[in-house]
């Protein structure tokens, strides 16, 4: 049986972590390096405590536009099937929202960046 994964998502924080993967999607996902341009990296705090508990930590990685044309955010893609693709939704606190985005690579996947409730 072959699982269905018609989506492509852009990870770049916890959601490359082996124990978030393994309660999330009930697998390790395996993907292929690629990057967002104009983007760069911040740290927040997150205050979920059910994601504090699956990631092991409060601090997770926030992707933000850059006014640097040369910045780019590096991550690997992953395939997700439906089910998937909403237990990342799921995980992913208001801080992040999921957009559609093209890669370095020409791929268009989603990614969770900046909210628009966070940005300034």
């Given at each position: ?70 910045d780019a955010v590096e991550g690997a893609v992953v395939k997700l099937s439906d089910k ?37």
């Amino acid at each position: 049986m072959t699982l269905a994964t018609p989506h492509s998502l852009f990870t770049y924080g916890t959601l490359q972590m082996r124990d978030v993967q393994l309660s999330r999607f009930g697998r390790l996902l395996q993907g292929h390096s690629d990057a967002l341009p104009g983007y760069r990296t911040t740290e927040i705090r997150i205050t979920d405590p059910d994601v504090v508990a699956v990631s092991g930590t409060d601090r997770h990685l926030l992707v933000i536009p850059s006014d640097d044309p040369a910045d780019a955010v590096e991550g690997a893609v992953v395939k997700l099937s439906d089910k998937e693709l909403a237990a990342a939704d799921d995980y992913e606190v208001d801080d992040y929202a999921r957009v559609e985005v093209t890669l370095m690579s020409g791929t268009k996947a989603w990614a969770y960046l900046e909210s628009a409730r966070n940005a300034v």
